[in-house]
Nanobody, 128 residues
Framework: QVRMVESGGDSVQTGGSLRLSCAASGITDSNYCMAWFRQAPGKEREGVAALDDDGSTHYADSVKGRFTISKDNANNILYLQMADLKLEDTATYYC??????????????????????WGQGTQVTVSS
């Protein structure tokens, strides 16, 4: 049984940094893509960043150059390092996983409906 648990959400000021973590258990092989999504109140869930099984990374234009996705393969922990945070980055952030052949990108960002496993989310609030 796959379980994904996010942590690291917090309240920060604009320009600040934050690192989110996602502990994934039950994924027994490496043929998965993993990704971060976010959802602000009243908005659709949007793809932020994705990491393929071969280590390739993909970012939404809105976070490119500011966010970095990475993974600790030994411990199966997915990270999202966020820098130069903006007010519009305020959202609940979710990690997700899917068999790599079923993952999908649109405009270089992961597509939410393609993902199978989800965490419960962690809140990031950016204020001025």
């Amino acid at each position: 049984q796959v379980r994904m648990v996010e942590s690291g959400g917090d309240s920060v000021q604009t320009g600040g940094s934050l690192r989110l973590s996602c502990a994934a258990s039950g994924i027994t092989d490496s043929n998965y893509c993993m990704a971060w999504f976010r959802q602000a109140p009243g908005k659709e869930r949007e793809g932020v960043a994705a990491l393929d099984d071969d280590g390739s990374t993909h970012y939404a234009d809105s976070v490119k150059g500011r966010f970095t996705i990475s993974k600790d393969n030994a411990n199966n922990i997915l990270y999202l390092q966020m820098a130069d945070l903006k007010l519009e980055d305020t959202a609940t952030y979710y990690c997700a996983a899917q068999i790599v052949s079923l993952c999908s990108l649109r405009s270089n960002a992961p597509v939410a409906r393609a993902m199978r496993y989800w965490g419960q989310g962690t809140q990031v609030t950016v204020s001025s």
